[in-house]
């Protein structure tokens, strides 16, 4: 088995310290009802028609779609459902495992966050998940320049290192998206682990050659068994 030395680990956001499906459970939950009176429709209909558009190759443009099923051509009302979902207060929580992972993290050294996505909507996540509350250190990456601050820069993970004041090679990124949190990573100096379990958006995606995580994880809580602090 693969043992990284550590004196700190850095967690992705979504689909591993929290799925993101129910990020997106919340905001579709917002959007239908602020939609539905609008537009004639009950809410619990919208949102099943979000779902199987979620599902499908629409997902990028899921709102407009959903007005296209009605026939309705209004792009400003479709670009307000984006704003709604983006800017909505979610209803999420840490996992008790995820807590109990987090706990034993810091217990053994400092703790970081580096997350992609529209600042207001990742700002809304970390706030409903209290984590600058619980003393890790939060980076969100468009703030730093945007989208070309996003993952596969290393922006992120050197600037969480700074303000844990921890070398990156001493850090350890715990992400799920094969396509730029590894390679993120490493193009930082720190090491990767890839954490994959059913349910993810990207769990059966794989890495192109040279983006590839360090260690393969299926639970965050074998962390215990694949990292020693030093």
């Not at 715990?174 to 949190?181: E, H, T």
Request: hydrophobic content about 45%; aromatic content about 6%.
């Amino acid at each position: 088995m693969t043992i990284l030395k550590v004196r700190a680990v850095v967690f992705d956001i979504d689909d591993t310290l929290m799925p993101e499906r129910e990020y997106v459970r919340s905001g579709y939950e917002h959007v239908s009802n602020w939609l539905a009176p609008r537009i004639s429709l009950k809410a619990n209909q919208l949102q099943g028609e979000l779902w199987a558009i979620f599902d499908s190759e629409h997902r990028g443009r899921a709102y407009n779609r959903l007005l296209e099923i009605h026939g309705i051509d209004d792009a400003l009302l479709a670009q307000e459902c984006v704003q709604i979902y983006r800017e909505h207060a979610p209803d999420v929580k840490l996992a008790e495992s995820v807590q109990d992972v987090l706990a034993w993290c810091r217990s053994q050294g400092p703790v970081g966050v580096v997350s992609d996505g529209p600042l207001g909507m990742q700002s809304a996540k970390a706030r409903a998940l209290g984590l600058a509350e619980q003393g890790l250190h939060v980076v969100l990456s468009d703030e730093l320049g945007g989208r070309a601050a996003w993952k596969p820069s290393p922006a992120g993970m050197l600037e969480v290192c700074r303000r844990m004041r921890i070398l990156p090679r001493d850090a350890v990124y715990v992400g799920d998206n094969p396509a730029k949190d590894f390679l993120a990573a490493h193009l930082a100096g720190m090491a990767a682990i890839r954490f994959r379990t059913a349910g993810q958006l990207h769990a059966s995606s794989e890495p192109e050659p040279g983006a590839e995580a360090d260690i393969e994880i299926r639970e965050l809580s074998q962390l215990r068994s694949v990292l020693e602090y030093v």
